[in-house]
Every structure is written in C-alpha cells, then in structure tokens.
C-alpha cells in the first residue's frame, strides 16, 4: 500500500487501525483556516427554540470571530443577522462579560456607536443625517447581513454559508432516528459552560466513546462493563453500548446495573449517577431503581428488572403530567447512547432525559475552546424551570465531568510534545474519533486520518 492509499477517505478504513497527527489540535494556522473552511460552511447548533418563544425574542451565538443574532419574527418564523452594524462595523448587540450570550426583547436593535437602528426583519429604519450620503445609503446596503437559519430537534440552527445546503440534508439519518424521542418537547435542568484549555475536538473526543470509563470513571466498573461501539453515518457518528442477547435496549442509555442481583446493581448505579454527574437520568428513574427491591423477588431476570424499572418509571411520570414517548426497542437500541452531530454537538438522547456536549473555538487559539453541557428533561407543561447558561469553574461541576475534565486539558498539553508521533485510537470503540477527523479533512484538505499497516 502506498502512502497516499492509507489516507482514510471512507468510512469503512476507520475499521482498521488508524493514526491522527496531532497538527489538527495544536496547529495555529489549522485553526485559522477552520474559521473559514469549516465554521464558516458547517450548520451549528446555536441555541434552543423556547428560549426565544415570542416575536422579537433572540439570543446571540459566537462562534470564532462571528456573531450571529438569531431572532423570532414578528410572523413567528426565525430570521438570524450577523452581529455586526452595517455602518462602521461595531458588534450591534454586545456579549456582557463573562456571560456565554445575550438574550432579549427587541423591537428595535439600536447601534451604540452612532444610533443606526435596525428592525426585526434587519432592515436599516435610522440613520442619522441620512441625506449627508446623497442617496447611497440603499436599503441593500444598510441590511444586516443575512445568516441561514433552521430548527430541527428543538434547536436553533445556523449556517454562516448563504449558499448552504438544507439543513436536513446535512443531517442525513439524525431526525429519522432522534424524532421518535421528541427532544423538542425536553427542557433543561441544567447547563454549565467554561472556557477550557484545550483544542475544541479534544474536548468534544474526551466524550464521543466509552473506553475511557473504566480508567476514568472507575467507580462505575462495578455497575458492569462499559465496552461500546461506534458507527458512521455519512458526516455523523452514534454510539452505543454492547449487550447480551435479550437485552439489546442494554445497548443505550437507560441500562442495567450488572451483578448477581441487577435490582440492586441498578439502584446504586442510578443514585451514584445522579449524585456525581447530575446527567443521563432523572429523579422518576432514581426512584424507580430504589423500589425495584421491593417490588421484585430476588432472582428476576435481567430482562424483567429492566422492563419493570422502566415501567414503573414510566407510570409514575405519567401520574404527574410527563408523558414519555413510546419507541420501539428495536429503535432505541439501534439509536445506541449519543449522537454526534458533525461537527461539534453531542446529543446523548434516551425517552424522558438527554446530556447535549458542545465545544467550539475560543478565539483562534488552537489550544483553547468553548465547553457546554446542558442537561435536558420532560417537565409537565409549565413546570419546567428557567435556566440560562452558568459558567462554571472546572472545581464547581459534578465530580464524574471533572474526571473527563482533567483528561482533557492533559491531552492537550502531552499533543503539543515534540515527541508525540499521533494517536492511536480503537479503530472499534474510538471509531467516531476516526470519523470526526475524515469529515473534518474533507472541508480542511488536511488533517485526515492514516490507516496504520
Ligand atoms: S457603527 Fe453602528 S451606527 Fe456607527
Ligand atoms: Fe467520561
């Protein structure tokens, strides 16, 4: 094989063993060229429907050196305007510092700068001394800029490419396979952002595979074995676990604990979830585990104790107003743990909860990145709370993400040594890693993976 032939172009190379240089993660010059090849022709996820319900609702989105103000319409449909003031290029609506965005209520967006003043639909209504430019202030020509922007799953999406394709068509399988879980209908119950040291795919990799959790997350081995797969999906990956036969819904996120007696196992899995990572379940399904005891003889089999835990979760959701989706479990064990949207959002979806990870530059720094997770739930209508983004400290987030935390800012630094030859991922578990990488070289011209001889 040539060298030229080892460079992995299709998805089936990433089944053998692979390497990725580590110019991807700590090349400045790479990260430069990322804002214009991929942050600038990528849709991105940008924010959440309901927190802007109304017209003249909106919510900002950064990205690199890009501002978006993404906006509700006075026809209820979505419009989104570079964040930028047509006069002399002052930013039009201002970040306060420290927050991850702005949200509000505008009729009207008035630059600070000069007091050009823009409507809902970013037309130019004001401009002081209009007359002193002799008619050239056209309308074309004072417009904000216009970004593309569409929903999909309850999210805000945006592409900065005026000539983008559909946002379904970046998709791909993604709604066929999410839908049935209705994450529109999901609400937050939390969600935490930080600047992090360290490039933006490491952080979004210390996430999208589960050969990390018995060395990182120690504490869950006795909960069972968490080998996992991973599948590509054009630009997109999924991952899951692997289950015993009988047990495939095992394969996503609401599974068993393992032992002799998964009625316990399963209780304390679930406690010691929501007590350390405050993700991946709720207080229904806590509950539940906790009365599985009392609720079933010693020596139901596995396949029962999950049926009946879900149940059981499921009846006592509907009793305060949560109705969960039904999916078939053919479907939810296809659908696996987590989705990985190319190419920074993670959504890790189950019926009644999901953990969302997103990561994006910060600044051009290669070696910095925006970190987000935010934790999603069914409420009962009108229950759900109101949340705005948090940033937090690494010290202050659930104990089991700051394990995850310390891997990532080390990775960034030991990718930096001289005598780093490039990672060997598992072409099996870390096979999204593989994936991000090929996709991401297809709009970079470099930085693909190599299959390894
Ligand atoms: S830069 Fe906005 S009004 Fe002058
Ligand atoms: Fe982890």
């Known amino acids: 094989m040539s060298d030229t032939d080892r460079i992995v172009t299709q998805a089936e190379q990433l089944e053998h063993a692979f390497t990725i240089q580590p110019e991807a993660y700590v090349s400045a010059d790479y990260a430069r060229l990322e804002r214009d090849r991929l942050w600038r022709k990528a849709w991105l996820q940008a924010g959440r429907e309901e927190d802007i319900p109304a017209p003249g609702d909106f919510v900002t989105f950064d990205i690199g050196d890009d501002s978006v103000i993404v906006l509700r319409g006075d026809d209820g449909g979505l419009r989104a305007f570079h964040n930028v003031c047509t006069h002399r290029g002052r930013r039009l609506v201002d970040t306060?510092?420290?927050?991850?965005?702005?949200?509000?209520?505008?009729?009207?967006?008035?630059?600070?700068f000069h007091g050009w003043t823009f409507d809902r639909e970013g037309q130019c209504t004001f401009a002081q001394h209009r007359e002193d430019w002799q008619g050239a202030l056209t309308a074309e020509r004072t417009a904000l800029g216009k970004v593309s922007v569409d929903t999909w799953g309850g999210w805000l999406w945006i592409n900065l490419d005026p000539d983008c394709a559909p946002l379904r068509d970046w998709l791909g399988p993604i709604p066929e396979m999410l839908d049935p879980f209705a994450l529109h209908q999901m609400r937050c119950r939390w969600r935490k952002w930080i600047v992090f040291d360290c490039n933006w795919k490491v952080a979004l990799e210390a996430f999208n595979e589960t050969y990390h959790v018995q060395t990182t997350h120690p504490e869950f081995n006795v909960f069972g074995q968490f080998r996992g797969w991973a599948r590509n999906h054009g630009l997109h990956t999924n991952i899951g676990y692997e289950a015993p036969k009988g047990q495939e819904q095992d394969q996503a996120k609401l599974r068993l604990g393992a032992g002799d007696d998964p009625r316990l196992s399963t209780a304390e899995m679930q406690v010691y979830t929501w007590e350390?990572?405050?993700?991946?379940?709720?207080r229904t399904l806590v509950d539940a585990a906790l009365r599985l005891k009392d609720e079933l003889?010693?020596?139901?089999?596995?396949?029962?104790?999950?049926?009946?835990?879900?149940?059981?979760?499921?009846?006592a959701d509907a009793r305060r107003?949560?109705?969960?989706?039904?999916?078939?479990?053919?479907?939810?064990a296809k659908?696996?743990?987590?989705?990985?949207?190319?190419?920074?959002?993670?959504?890790?979806?189950a019926v009644n909860n999901m953990l969302c990870?997103?990561?994006?530059p910060f600044g051009d720094h290669p070696g910095q990145c925006i970190f987000e997770a935010a934790?999603?739930?069914?409420?009962?209508?009108?229950?759900?709370?109101?949340?705005?983004?948090?940033?937090?400290?690494?010290?202050?987030w659930p104990p089991v993400l700051q394990q995850d935390f310390a891997n990532m800012r080390a990775v960034q630094q030991g990718m930096k040594s001289g005598g780093f030859r490039g990672t060997l991922p598992n072409p099996y578990m870390e096979r999204a890693i593989g994936s991000l990488h090929m996709n991401l070289a297809r709009f970079m011209g470099a930085g693909a993976p190599r299959n390894l001889e």
């Open 321 to 332: 107003g949560v109705h969960w989706p039904v999916v078939d479990p053919a479907h939810v």
């Open 375 to 396: 934790v999603y739930e069914l409420y009962p209508a009108g229950e759900a709370p109101a949340t705005e983004w948090e940033y937090t400290p690494a010290e202050a």
């Open 96 to 112: 306060p510092a420290g927050q991850r965005n702005t949200r509000g209520q505008r009729r009207n967006f008035i630059c600070g």
């Open 297 to 315: 003889p010693a020596g139901t089999p596995a396949a029962e104790v999950s049926a009946h835990w879900l149940k059981s979760a499921r009846e």
């Open 276 to 282: 350390n990572a405050n993700t991946n379940t709720t």
């Open 357 to 360: 990870y997103a990561a994006r």
């Open 335 to 349: 659908s696996g743990t987590a989705w990985q949207v190319f190419p920074n959002f993670q959504i890790g979806h």
